[in-house]
Every structure is written in structure tokens, then in C-alpha cells.
Nanobody, 120 residues
Framework: QVQLVESGGGLVQPGGSLRLSCAAS????????MGWYRQTPGKQRELVAS???????NYADSVKGRVTISRDNAKNTVYLEMDSLKPEDTAVYYC??????????????WGQGTQVTVSS
């Protein structure tokens, strides 16, 4: 089991910045990948960025160059630094922990979500 608690969302003007945090209830070194997803009403949840246990990162094309995912293993926390925010970045952002068991089973855990609103 992994509990994830997000924080850092809010209202920001276009062009502004936000840093989201995701605190995990266990060592993130034991988690194969951590990620941030976002969802708007009526749309599917989409990947924003992910980072594996060895530090490899992946970004959605829509956020490349504006978003950085990082991890602090000592704090069991993953961050999403977002710059040059656009109104289309408005969404509920969810933290994800992806585990792959030794026998191949894959399990996903989700946080409760944090609202990011980009508006003037």
C-alpha cells in the first residue's frame, strides 16, 4: 500500500509558476515509477510527467520545456515544477505511484488530486 498526498495547487496567472508536491507514505526508492497526471471534466486522465526509480524522466509533449519532475528520496516526495503556465494547463493534478511486483503484476496508487487553475 502507498498513500500519496498532493499539495501546492492553486490559482495562478498565465505565465506564472507553481510547484506541486507529492508525499508518499513509504520509501519512493521502492516504487518503480512516480508520475503526475491531470484531468479536466469530460476528458481522460493524461500523463504530464513521470520519473523512474533510477531517475529517468518522461514528459508529455504539451509540457516539455515548461515542466520539471524531480524527486527527493530522503523526503519520499516527488515534485512537479511548472513554469510559463497556460490556461490550458488548468486541471486537477494527480500523483501516481506505479509498482511492478516480482511476478509481473502492476499496481497503481493515486493521490486525491490538487486543483491547478491558470487564469487572469
Amino acid at each position: 500500500q502507498v498513500q500519496l498526498v498532493e499539495s501546492g495547487g492553486g490559482l495562478v496567472q498565465p505565465g506564472g509558476s507553481l510547484r506541486l508536491s507529492c508525499a508518499a507514505s513509504r520509501s519512493i526508492l521502492s516504487i518503480d515509477a512516480m508520475g503526475w497526471y491531470r484531468q479536466t471534466p469530460g476528458k481522460q486522465r493524461e500523463l504530464v510527467a513521470s520519473i523512474t526509480s533510477d531517475g529517468s524522466t518522461n514528459y508529455a509533449d504539451s509540457v516539455k520545456g515548461r515542466v520539471t519532475i524531480s524527486r527527493d528520496n530522503a523526503k519520499n516526495t516527488v515534485y512537479l515544477e511548472m513554469d510559463s503556465l497556460k490556461p490550458e494547463d488548468t486541471a486537477v493534478y494527480y500523483c501516481n505511484a506505479h509498482l511492478i511486483r516480482s511476478w509481473g503484476e502492476e499496481i497503481d496508487y493515486w493521490g486525491q488530486g490538487t486543483q491547478v487553475t491558470v487564469s487572469s
